[in-house]
């Protein structure tokens, strides 16, 4: 406690910053009580300071009446809008022409619709079923299928459930039989990703080579999305509703926050890294193995091992290592050559073919920048492992650097 | 503050996070101090609204800051300012008084109540005399704990002039206050029950 403060008047403490907080929002409590204790002569000042600091106070305005979010993505619109073009865009323009073209489907509402029961075995039927082509798609409650052009495709879904956004550039009105069960699908194969802005305002980064089904508009007590393969969620707040994040065996359930799951196929893991906020991980079998459901703070990743039904928890992880691929970068610290050739095949979609006596195991370390060509990234794997490699078409062949 | 100053380059070179860091830290604030000026929600949405897409268009041409906040603040306030200026045809509203409206919350309270201590009668007179600058003034200093240079700055005054409107406003509150036959716990008591932060 700095000295100055026993010759302070009553208008010295009340326009101190330290003073200001202790007042307003309880800061530093332990040491202004104990100056109070030990300067009994200043207790009424110091109590006369502290009850005009409370004279003053201003009443905060309820926020609810303003949509925050809304406005946020009017805002970012803009901005990408903004930033894309070369020249400028007119704020005016942009907000009489949202949209340059608007598509609406009339759709015959008897069309095969998903249809989802408590259990999930009818997901599991249909996820398998769709072809794994080259194309990235939205598939509509309905059954429509809309090939997603861009690598990195971009979709929103409006709160009303019955309009989405593609690529910031057309929009597509769903007038549908309103079903509460009726789900959209993304598909992103190998080589592309998808931005998806849900109707309750989450953010899901839909990784190459995943799926995600959800409804288009959440209804029901909790909002429910299936997952295969690997994603992002920044989920939007709602302390009423529970977010759940099912994958073929592990369901994690949030409220409001940021997370990575990743289902990693070949080692029969699923990883789950938990940003901010606070999420729980229940096992997702009928014959539950684990009776107990596990909590995550932030920055601990969960490992859940499909074989032996173990969960390990891992704390202070690294997690812009996890979460890199967003930014198209990714990051691998002491991985096996053979990890980051699985990571760079679902990224660009290529196969990778072993000549000779390649040392798959051997751990190397480095960032990539998947925004360079395959080329470019497979110069600075060769870089940091001993090995050579030749492009040929969707094929990579790696040879040893030693021959 | 450096911070602050990277994160408002790295907004104006493109970067999509820095705008979402931006916007959802200082949405809030920006919108309890606009709302001061005109108890409306959608007018001080719209006023938000206007600030970001005119930051957007400047694009290069933006200057740079150490301080966020405070450069949301003036670019608000101005906006309210040009909105209020064009609305009131018959009044004419000048940028550095531009009315502040929002009650105390004490005041808010004292209506609540059915029998008010004299001295809580007197406090609340005391209050309502106090000038729309020092009402501002108050705000920007107790709520947003903002240094004496930026008030001065937003609110179009000279260099000590925030410190010295805040004294005076200090001192007749003190008055009233310190003038108690009773024990000083019990004003605290009366005032601490309902406060929203």
Redo the contacts between chains.
């Keep these: 406690m700095d000295k100055k403060y026993k010759k302070y008047s009553?208008?010295d403490f009340?326009?101190d910053?330290h003073f200001?907080?202790w007042v307003?929002?309880g800061a530093g409590q332990k040491e202004w009580e104990n100056f109070v204790r030990e300067n009994p002569g200043l207790k009424?000042d110091i109590?006369?300071a502290?009850?005009?600091?409370?004279?003053?106070?201003?009443?905060?305005?309820d926020?609810q009446?303003?949509d925050?979010y809304e406005?946020?993505q009017?805002?970012?619109s803009?901005?990408?809008l903004?930033?894309r073009s070369k020249r400028?865009?007119s704020?005016r323009k942009?907000i009489q022409y949202a949209a340059v073209f608007v598509v609406i489907l009339a759709i015959g509402a008897t069309l095969s619709i998903f249809y989802f029961s408590e259990n999930n075995e009818n997901y599991t039927e249909i996820a398998s079923s769709t072809s794994t082509s080259d194309e990235a798609k939205l598939i509509l409650p309905g059954g429509e299928e809309i090939l997603l052009k861009e690598k990195q495709s971009d979709l929103q879904f409006n709160a009303a459930g019955n309009q989405i956004k593609i690529d910031r550039d057309s929009i597509i009105s769903y007038n549908g039989k309103k079903d509460p069960n009726a789900m959209a699908q993304v598909v992103v194969p190998y080589g592309k990703r998808s931005n998806i802005l849900l109707s309750d305002g989450t953010k899901v980064w839909l990784n190459a080579g995943s799926k995600i089904i959800f409804p288009q508009k959440f209804t029901g007590k909790n909002r429910k999305v299936f997952l295969k393969g690997e994603a992002y969620f920044d989920v939007f707040k709602n302390n009423k509703s529970a977010f759940i994040v099912s994958t073929d065996n592990m369901n994690v359930t949030v409220h409001g926050t940021e997370f990575n799951v990743r289902e990693n196929e070949p080692d029969h893991e699923l990883e789950v890294v938990l940003v901010n906020g606070a999420v729980c991980l229940k096992e997702n079998s009928k014959m539950s193995l684990l009776n107990k459901e596990i909590r995550l703070i932030p920055n601990q990743k969960a490992v859940f091992n499909k074989v032996n039904n173990k969960i390990s928890v891992e704390s202070n992880v690294d997690v812009a290592y996890y979460i890199s691929w967003r930014e198209g970068l990714l990051e691998f610290k002491r991985e096996s050559i053979l990890t980051v050739f699985r990571r760079l095949s679902q990224f660009y979609n290529v196969r990778f073919v072993t000549e000779g006596s390649v040392e798959l195991n051997r751990k190397i370390s480095g960032k990539l920048d998947l925004k360079d060509s395959l080329e470019d990234v497979m110069k600075v794997v060769a870089d940091a492992a001993p090995i050579t490699f030749r492009i040929d078409g969707e094929k990579v062949f790696v040879n040893s650097k030693i021959n | 503050m450096t911070k602050d100053h990277d994160i408002w380059e790295n907004f104006k070179a493109g970067d999509k996070s820095a705008l979402s860091y931006v916007y959802f830290q200082h949405f809030n604030s920006m919108f309890q101090y606009g709302i001061k000026f005109k108890d409306d929600p959608e007018f001080v949405r719209d006023c938000i609204q206007d600030v970001f897409l005119k930051l957007i268009q400047a694009g290069d041409k933006l200057g740079s800051t150490e301080n966020i906040r405070f450069y949301l603040f003036k670019a608000l306030k101005n906006a309210i300012y040009k909105e209020l200026d064009k609305s009131k045809k018959l009044e004419f509203v000048e940028f550095d008084t531009l009315k502040f409206e929002a009650p105390f919350a004490f005041k808010e309270e004292l209506q609540e109540k059915d029998h008010p201590t004299d001295r809580e009668l007197a406090l609340s007179k005391a209050l309502n005399e106090l000038s729309d600058r020092q009402r501002e003034i108050i705000y920007l200093r107790f709520e947003c704990t903002m240094e004496y240079g930026q008030i001065c700055d937003l609110m179009g005054l000279k260099s000590d002039s925030a410190r010295k409107l805040l004294f005076r406003a200090i001192t007749s509150l003190r008055e009233i206050i310190d003038d108690r036959l009773k024990h000083p716990i019990l004003l605290l008591i009366q005032f601490s029950r309902k406060h929203v932060l």
Excluded: G, M, S
């Design positions: 009553v208008a009340t326009q910053i200001i907080n307003n929002k009424k109590y006369t502290r009850d005009i600091v409370i004279a003053f106070r201003y009443r905060a305005n926020l009446q303003v925050e406005l946020y009017k805002i970012e803009y901005y990408t903004h930033h400028p865009v704020v942009f």
